[in-house]
C-alpha cells in the first residue's frame, strides 16, 4: 500500500466518521468505533514501510477515541482533513 | 487495487454531503470511472434515467427526513427504467441493513458499511459493474451472495428502521 492509499484510506475513515458522529447517539456510535479500529490496526503493519503517516493514523485514532461530548480543535482538523479541510463543511 | 483496466463506467453518487461526495469521487475516478455527484435525492426518476448511470451509489440517510435515500432506492426498483441499475448501498445504519437485508438480497442491492476499508468499496463496485478485477476480500460487504428472497417491498415508515438509530438532527 503506497502513502496516498493510506491517506485515502484515513480519509475513508475520518470522514465519515465526523458525518456519523453528527447525526448519531452514542450508542450506534460505538458499533462505529468497533469497525473503525479494526480498519485502523489494519493499517498499522503499514506505518514500518511509511513511518511519515504513523501522526495522521494516530490523530486519526484519537479522533475516533474521544468522548462524544467533545469536538475536535482546529488544528487538529488541519492535519486530518488534508486536501479536503480547505473546503467549507457543509450545513447538516 | 486502485487503477484497473476496465472500460470507464458512469457512477452517481447520491449523499447530501460534500467530503463524501469529495471521497468518493477521488476513490472512483481513481478506478478510472466517471462520477456524477448529487448532493441531494431527486424526486423525479427521470433525472436519474437521463444520465444513464451504470451503478448508483447512495447513501439511505439523506435530505430533510434522511430517509430520501431510502425511498430513492425503493422508486427505483419499482420503476421498469431503473429497476436494473445496479445500486450500492453505503451506510453507518447497521441495524436498519439488518432488518432490511431480505429485501436488498431480493433486489440485488449491495451493502458497503460505514466506515468501510477503500479496498471493500473497490470491490463492490466491480462486482456491481460486473468487472474481473476482482482483488479484495468481502467482509464488510453485504448482499451481493445472498438467496434471494420473495420477501415483499417493506413500507416506507418515517418511525420505522430508518430512524431506530437515533440521529440527532
Known amino acids: ?92 | 487495487m486502485a487503477k484497473s483496466s476496465q472500460t470507464s463506467q458512469h457512477i452517481l453518487v447520491v449523499n447530501d454531503t460534500e467530503e463524501i461526495l469529495d471521497l468518493f469521487r477521488d476513490i472512483l475516478e481513481g478506478m478510472g470511472h466517471r462520477m456524477t455527484a448529487w448532493s441531494y435525492s431527486p424526486d423525479d426518476l427521470a433525472k436519474v434515467t437521463e444520465i444513464q448511470p451504470d451503478l448508483v451509489i447512495l447513501d439511505l440517510m439523506i435530505g430533510p427526513t434522511e430517509l430520501q435515500g431510502w425511498a430513492l432506492l425503493q422508486k427505483m426498483r419499482m420503476s421498469r427504467s431503473t429497476e436494473e441499475i445496479p445500486v450500492i448501498v453505503c451506510t453507518a445504519a447497521t441495524s436498519w441493513v439488518r432488518e432490511q437485508e431480505g429485501w436488498l438480497a431480493a433486489n440485488a442491492v449491495k451493502v458497503v458499511l460505514k466506515p468501510f476499508k477503500v479496498a471493500h468499496l473497490e470491490h463492490a463496485v466491480e462486482q456491481a459493474l460486473d468487472l474481473p478485477e476482482v482483488t479484495a476480500s468481502p467482509e464488510l460487504v453485504e448482499g451481493d451472495d445472498r438467496t434471494p428472497s420473495e420477501k415483499p417491498i417493506p413500507p416506507l415508515d418515517p418511525g420505522g428502521p430508518g430512524t431506530s438509530t437515533g440521529k440527532a438532527h
Not at chain 1, 16 to 30: A, K, L, P, Q
Not at chain 1, 66 to 85: F, H, I, N
Request: aromatic share 2%; charged share 40%; hydrophobic share 30%.
Open chain 1, 1 to 92: 500500500m503506497d502513502s496516498r492509499r493510506i491517506e485515502l484510506q484515513l480519509r475513508a475513515i475520518i470522514v465519515t466518521y465526523r458525518i456519523e458522529h453528527r447525526r448519531r447517539d452514542s450508542v450506534t456510535m460505538e458499533g462505529f468505533r468497533e469497525r473503525a479500529r479494526m480498519l485502523l490496526d489494519s493499517l498499522e503493519d503499514e506505518m514500518t514501510a511509511h513511518p511519515h503517516m504513523r501522526t495522521a493514523l494516530n490523530d486519526t485514532r484519537r479522533e475516533i477515541e474521544r468522548p462524544d461530548s467533545s469536538s475536535r480543535s482546529d488544528d487538529e482538523a488541519a492535519t486530518l482533513d488534508g486536501p479536503v479541510s480547505s473546503r467549507p463543511k457543509p450545513a447538516g
